[in-house]
Structure formats: C-alpha cells, structure tokens
C-alpha cells in the first residue's frame, strides 16, 4: 500500500478473502470484535446463513457509526457488551433485542497482574522521587481521561503528592503545556509509551489509580483494562460514574471510588 494508508480497494479485498474463508470452511458461526466488521458477518449470513455475534466496547457506538455499519450491527444474532453502560446505552437508543443481549466483561491475567515488590529502578529511569504519595493513570493519550483535572488538581493537595501520567498519545504536549501553566510541571511525570513488562511494575508503584473519563461524542470509556487491572494488582481505583468506567467498582465500594468526573 502507498503511503501506508489503507485504501477502499484493500477493505473490500479483505472482506471478500473473508467470505471465500467462510465459504471454503463452512464456517457456521463468526465472532466478530468489532462494529466495523459486523458487515462481514451480515454478508455471510446473508450469503450463507452463517450467524454471527458481535463485541461491542463503548466509544465505537456512540461515536461515528455510519448507516452501514448500525445496520450490519443490529443484525447479529447476539451482541456481547463489556459492561452495563454499553449494553443500557444500546436498549435505549436501538432497536435491537434485550434478550440478545449478553454481559461480558473483559478478563485479567491474575497470573501477571498481582500485587509485588516495587521495582525500585523505575524511580531512577523515570526520575520519580520515591518519598512521596503518586496518583497514576495509564493508558493511551489520545482523548480526555481525566488528566487535565488531576493536573489542575495537583496544586490543591500537598505538597508530597504527585501525578505520574504513563502512556504515550498526541495529547502529550497539550499537557505538558497545561501543567507549566498550572505551575505543576514539577509534581506531574510523563513517562511515555512502557513496556509491557514494566506495566505491571508501574500499576505496584502507584499508591492509587486514576481515570475519570467523560461521556460524549467522541469521549467516553466502556470498561477501563486499566482500571480492572489495577485492582488486579491490589491498588484502590477512583473513576468517574458517567460511562463503563463504574462497572470497575464493587458493589460493596471495596476497591475505590466513584466520582463525577465533570467537577
């Protein structure tokens, strides 16, 4: 492909290599894991009366889905929902059955995301001061998840208190802008895009998690691996109760806090 972009030709190559698999294979069932692919499965059960069931995780249901793809979407023989909030927001804005529908939540490995030593080099790599309280959020710096108000936030709490911002995005630098302005740029750390080995490393260093995504067009979080994660490996969570984030906590409150993430 030219300029690495993936053109029309190469998505209608990919669903008919797709269908001829179906066909030659006499596949009677698909799990399709994506809204965007769920047209694949509508033409093969249109073709050849194959059911198929569909994932469907949050944003890519409120945000941008176009004519085709909510119909192919509302045709599967089953949808899989992540958490409460998605499979809610679909019996309330589609018509598409409740008996159909089905929880489904995302799983951990407890084998590697569990409580452990902290890995005391990552102070030194990352210059992080080992004295002190850290709020943490991990993930991808692509949309709101709350970052702007713990960083707007910092100034109010003590002084021992920092913020430590793992993952790499394009809202990097609109951050970094942010905490220089709030005058926190000292207390706020970015490390960057981890490894995965050090991910779990990074979940045991923080003293709590943090994500307090919004609801919106565009914005908004179906089940949080980070935050399920992070309880995995024995630390409190804090999210916001606007989208899936609330399914992260127990019933009992027993692992964190919910919030509204709008103040």
Same mark, same amino acid.
């Given at each position: ?47 050849? =009366? ?33 958490? =409460? ?38 102070? =030194? ?14 993930g991808r710096l692509v949309r709101n ?20 911002? !793992? ?6 630098? !609109? ?18 895009? !981890? ?8 979940? =045991?260093?923080?003293?709590?998690? !943090? ?53």
């Amino acid at each position: 492909m030219q300029g690495g972009g993936i053109t029309w030709k190469d998505k209608i190559s990919f669903i008919f290599n797709c269908i001829q698999i179906v066909r030659n294979k006499g596949t009677r069932l698909l799990i399709i894991n994506h809204r965007q692919l769920s047209i694949i499965g509508w033409l093969c059960k249109f073709l050849y =009366n194959t059911k198929y069931i569909t994932n469907v995780y949050g944003l890519e249901i409120w945000s941008g889905m176009n004519k085709i793809e909510k119909f192919a979407l509302l045709r599967s023989d089953a949808l899989i929902g992540d958490c =409460n909030f998605i499979i809610n927001y679909i019996q309330q804005h589609f018509d598409y059955p409740k008996e159909r529908m089905h929880l489904l939540y995302d799983a951990v490995d407890t084998n590697r995301f569990k409580p452990k030593e902290k890995n005391t080099a990552l102070y =030194n790599r990352y210059n992080i001061p080992s004295d002190k309280f850290l709020i943490g959020t991990i993930g991808r710096l692509v949309r709101n998840k709350g970052h702007e108000i713990i960083i707007q936030t910092i100034k109010d709490l003590p002084d021992n208190v920092f913020y430590i911002i !793992v993952g790499g995005g394009n809202q990097m630098d !609109v951050l970094k802008t942010l905490a220089q302005k709030e005058g926190v740029s000292q207390r706020v750390i970015f490390t960057g895009r !981890v490894s995965e080995e050090e991910l779990v490393d990074f979940y =045991n260093l923080m003293d709590v998690v !943090v994500l307090l995504s919004t609801f919106d067009k565009n914005e908004g979080e179906g089940l949080p691996l980070g935050l399920i994660e992070a309880s995995a490996c024995g630390k409190p969570i804090i999210c916001g109760y606007e989208d899936g984030s609330q399914d992260a906590i127990s019933a009992e409150f027993k692992n964190g806090f919910l919030i509204n993430p709008q103040k």
